[in-house]
C-alpha cells in the first residue's frame, strides 16, 4: 500500500521558493514548526515512550508504539518533501490507483467467491455472505479504504477537465459506495451519509439552504432504492447501540469494551494506562468481577476510546483540537482560495471525509496499524500546512 508513495517521496527533490500565487507552491520547511499538527503528533510520540514508566505489558506498548512511529514518521516524511500541491496530487493519485485495484479485489471477490489475501476460515464465512476484503485483512478495514477512496473521487471529479474521466471517476466513487454496503459495515455506511451531507451543505452553488435539504432528501431516497436494506441496517444499528440488552452480539460487545475501557481510565487516574495497554487490561479483566463481558474481544473497535483510555485526558483532549481544527481549516481554505480549483476541492474532500471519519473511525479493531489511514492523515496534513503556510506569507 505504501509502496508507490515510498517510491514517489525517494523521487522528490526540493525546488526553489516560487511566489505565493503559484499554482504549485513551495514553502519554507522550517516553518513549519508553528503549526499546531506537526508538534501534537510529536508530543503524542513521546507521551507514548513515557507511558513505559506504568504499563503492564510491554508486548503491546512495543506494537502500539512501532505503530505510532510509523505514524508520526509518515506524517514528517510528507510534511518534509510534499512542498508543492503538485506533489500532493501526485500521492493522491497514487492512493487512488492503490484504493482501486482493491475495490477491483472486492469485486472479484464477491463475483467468484475465492479470498486470496485472508484465512480459510473468514474466507469461508465472507463467501457465503458476499463480503469483500480485498488484502485489507476484514471488512471494515476494506470499508474504511473505501470511505478514502470515494471522497478522493469527489476531489478529481471537480478537478478534472475531461469529462470521460470525470465519468470514469464517477463510476469508480459509484462503485466504491456499493462496496462499502456490500462490506455490511454500519459504521462507515452512516459515515459516507454524514460526509456526504456535510459537503453538500459546505459546497458554493447557486442553491439555497432548503434546496440544499431537499437534495440531501433526494440523495437519501435514491440510497433507500440502490440499497433496499440500507437504512435498516442503520436504523439497527442505532437501537442496538443505545439499547441495554447484553446478549453477545457485536454492538453489545463494542458497549461492554467502551465501559470497561472507562473503568481502566478512571483506575490509572486518567493518565491512561500506556500505549496498547487496552488490550492487555481487556484480555486479563474482561470477565473478572466489576467488569464487563466481551467475549474474548480485546481490542476497544473505537478509535476515540482507544485514544482515550491508552493515552489519557490530556492527549485525547488535544487530539480532538487538532482534529477540529483540522477541519475548520479545511473549510477555511475552502472557501478563500479562489485562484487554485485544486486547493479548493483537496480541502472539501479532506473536511468532507475528515467528518465522515469521525463516524467511520468507530468500526475497525484498531486504526493504530492501519498504515494507509496513517498515510492519508499524513497527505491531509501536509496540503493544509503547505496552504496555511502559502496563506501567511
Known amino acids: 500500500m505504501l509502496l508507490p508513495i515510498v517510491v514517489m517521496l525517494c523521487c522528490c527533490r526540493r525546488e526553489p521558493q516560487k511566489s505565493c500565487c503559484s499554482l504549485n507552491h513551495t514553502y519554507n520547511y522550517n516553518n513549519l514548526n508553528n503549526f499546531l499538527y506537526y508538534y501534537f503528533f510529536i508530543v503524542w510520540f513521546i507521551y507514548g515512550l513515557a507511558s513505559f514508566l506504568w504499563v503492564k505489558s510491554y508486548k503491546w506498548w512495543i506494537i502500539a508504539e512501532y505503530s505510532l512511529f510509523i505514524g508520526v514518521a509518515c506524517i514528517i516524511i510528507c510534511n518534509k518533501l510534499l512542498i508543492t500541491t503538485k506533489y500532493i496530487g501526485i500521492s493522491l493519485k497514487l492512493m487512488y490507483f492503490v484504493l482501486t485495484l482493491h475495490s477491483l479485489i472486492g469485486w472479484f471477490e ?16 465472507y463467501s457465503i455472505n458476499q463480503y ?16 478514502i477512496g470515494f471522497f478522493i473521487s469527489i476531489s478529481f471529479i471537480y478537478i478534472c477537465r475531461s469529462w470521460v ?10 462503485s466504491m459506495s456499493c ?5 455490511s459495515s454500519r459504521a462507515n455506511l452512516i459515515a459516507l451519509i454524514l460526509g456526504i451531507t456535510f459537503l453538500i451543505f459546505v459546497k458554493k452553488n ?11 432528501f433526494i440523495l437519501l431516497g435514491s440510497f433507500s432504492l440502490i440499497y433496499p436494506t440500507l437504512y435498516r441496517q442503520i436504523i439497527n444499528f442505532i437501537l442496538e447501540l443505545i439499547g441495554t440488552c447484553d446478549n453477545g452480539d457485536s454492538i453489545s460487545v463494542r458497549k461492554n469494551l467502551i465501559l470497561n475501557g472507562l473503568i481502566f481510565l478512571k483506575e490509572s487516574f486518567l493518565l491512561g494506562v500506556g500505549s496498547g495497554n487496552t488490550n492487555y487490561y481487556m484480555e ?15 481490542n476497544m473497535h473505537n478509535w476515540w476510546m482507544e485514544i482515550l483510555v491508552d493515552y489519557g485526558v490530556i492527549i485525547f483532549i488535544l487530539y ?74
Request: aromatic share 14%; net charge positive.
Open 132 to 147: 469483500p476484503a480485498s488484502a485489507l485483512g476484514n471488512t471494515n478495514n476494506f470499508a474504511t479504504g473505501m470511505l
Open 165 to 174: 474521466i470525470k465519468t470514469l471517476v464517477l463510476l469508480n466513487a459509484l
Open 179 to 183: 462496496l462499502i454496503y456490500m462490506a
Open 284 to 298: 486479563i479483566n474482561s470477565c473478572s468481577d466489576g467488569y464487563h463481558t466481551t467475549y474474548g474481544i480485546i
Open 320 to 393: 480532538i483540537i487538532m482534529y477540529i481544527k483540522l477541519i475548520v481549516d479545511n473549510v477555511m481554505i475552502y472557501k478563500t482560495v479562489s485562484y487554485n480549483i485544486q486547493e479548493r476541492y483537496y480541502a472539501l474532500s479532506f473536511a468532507s471525509f475528515l467528518i465522515a471519519y469521525s463516524i467511520g473511525c468507530i468500526s475497525a479493531s484498531s486504526n493504530m496499524t492501519k498504515e494507509y489511514i496513517w498515510l492519508f492523515f499524513a497527505l491531509i496534513l501536509a496540503f493544509t500546512n503547505l496552504v496555511l503556510h502559502k496563506s501567511m506569507q
Open 206 to 216: 447557486k442553491f439555497s439552504k432548503s434546496i440544499k435539504v431537499l437534495l440531501i
Open 110 to 125: 464477491i463475483i467468484s467467491g475465492k479470498y486470496y489475501f485472508i484465512s480459510s476460515n473468514m474466507s469461508a464465512i
